[in-house]
């Protein structure tokens, strides 16, 4: 990286953080309209309950697991769900079981989207964190959804819901975690090596390398090693991401010149709240922006060889930590 790199500040970084979660927690619930998780085949409307109503036996015992199994799958619908050990990369982890039997009596019709995402919240979050025994990190990769009864099982009188944790990747796209989430670091990180796709002038789920991106992450860092007594003010945490950073970019790459490629370095800073979870890792990455600095402009091609970027993106002059407008959470396919 060149040592004349002009450190960058982009105008986007008057945007809260806390807006683009709000941005996060919308991609989670358009999961939940497209029936992606919380049934197998149902419709976009919701309807009484989750799918269409036949399950296989194996997807029937993985919406019947208890606490503490992890489910996976691999069809859109997710009607091959099934029970793995938390040890092997999942997409979901129950924490708790709510019957809903009491608002919800034999013949009553099921709640629509609108009250689905209103009763995830009111009977899932508390009881994420006493299944975590510590603060949900508000920020980081763990977010709670829900397992609904299909129609069928609706139809049939099961009022069984599974609350539980997965990780929704920027664009709304479920990203497998490996290990319990009892053991898991919550920091929102990706693994040195990851590109993350562009929606629009924003960040979206992983793609190859050779695909036009907004994001490459080339390190992982912990803050503890330079803060390891109380939580570094976001100043504090970026004057030495300034310089951590620098140095991973040049280990990452050999030294390659940024600015030539048009690109930036960037990173991220933590939260007060994350801290207290125990989020503490950041990732520094590299992008590059459009000319009116409204959002991120495509790059194709890692860094590591001739990556550049897409349109008529100027020369970027510099780092800017990840709290502009146009980045994910602090913290996004990364390690477990």
Known sequence: MSGNLERFRSPLDSLSTRLVMAGVFIGAILALALSVTFSWGSNANGGSGGGAGHLSAEADAAFHSPPGSCLSWTQVDAADAHKVDCAQPHLFEVTQVVDLTAKYPSGAPGPNLDLWQQISQASC???????????????????????????????????????????????????????????????????????????????????????????????????????????????????????????????????ADLSAKKLILTWDVREQESWDAGSTTVNCKVAATLPDKSGLAPVTGSIKGAAGTGGDSPPASGGASSDAGANPPPGGTGGN
Not at 159 to 188: H, N
Request: charge should be negative; include cysteine.
């Open 125 to 255: 979050s508390d009881g994420a964190k006493a299944y975590l025994g510590r603060p949900l990190d508000p920020y980081g990769r763990l977010m709670v959804n829900i397992l609904r009864p299909t129609v069928d099982q609706w139809g049939s009188g099961d009022r069984q819901m599974r609350c539980g944790l997965e990780w929704t990747g920027p664009g709304g796209g479920i990203q497998p975690t490996t290990g319990p989430a009892k053991t898991q670091q919550q920091s929102y990180v990706w693994n040195p090596g990851t590109c993350l796709g562009l929606n629009g002038k924003t960040v979206g789920d992983p793609v190859d390398c050779n695909l036009p991106h907004s994001y490459e992450i080339i390190a992982t860092l912990d803050l503890r090693t330079k803060f390891p007594d109380s939580y570094p003010s976001q100043n504090d945490q970026k004057a030495w991401l300034d310089t951590q950073c620098g140095k991973a970019a040049d280990d990452y790459d050999g030294k």
